[in-house]
């Protein structure tokens, strides 16, 4: 659940810009909040990128639990 504190405390962090830009249509913060969502984005690849690592691990320790490919049609 690390991962996941990871990217609550970080959408959280973005709470103020947001108010700033959407609510006071402050025109800085809406640069800022491009910013985070640029931020986000590499977060969330991060943790794909570690999802299909560990998935491949799996896949390598427990081969016969792999379901066969389905025939083509």
């Known amino acids: 659940m690390n991962r996941f504190q990871e990217l609550v405390d970080l959408v959280q962090s973005f709470q103020k810009d947001f108010d700033k830009f959407y609510v006071k249509g402050n ?5 800022r909040v491009r910013k985070h ?8 690849q991060e943790i794909r990128n570690e999802v299909q690592d560990i998935k491949s691990k799996l896949t390598d320790e427990n081969p016969a639990e792999t379901p066969p ?5």
């Open 37 to 44: 969502m640029a931020e986000l984005k590499r977060k969330a």
């Open 69 to 73: 490919a389905s025939p083509p049609m």
């Open 27 to 31: 025109k800085s913060a809406g640069v």
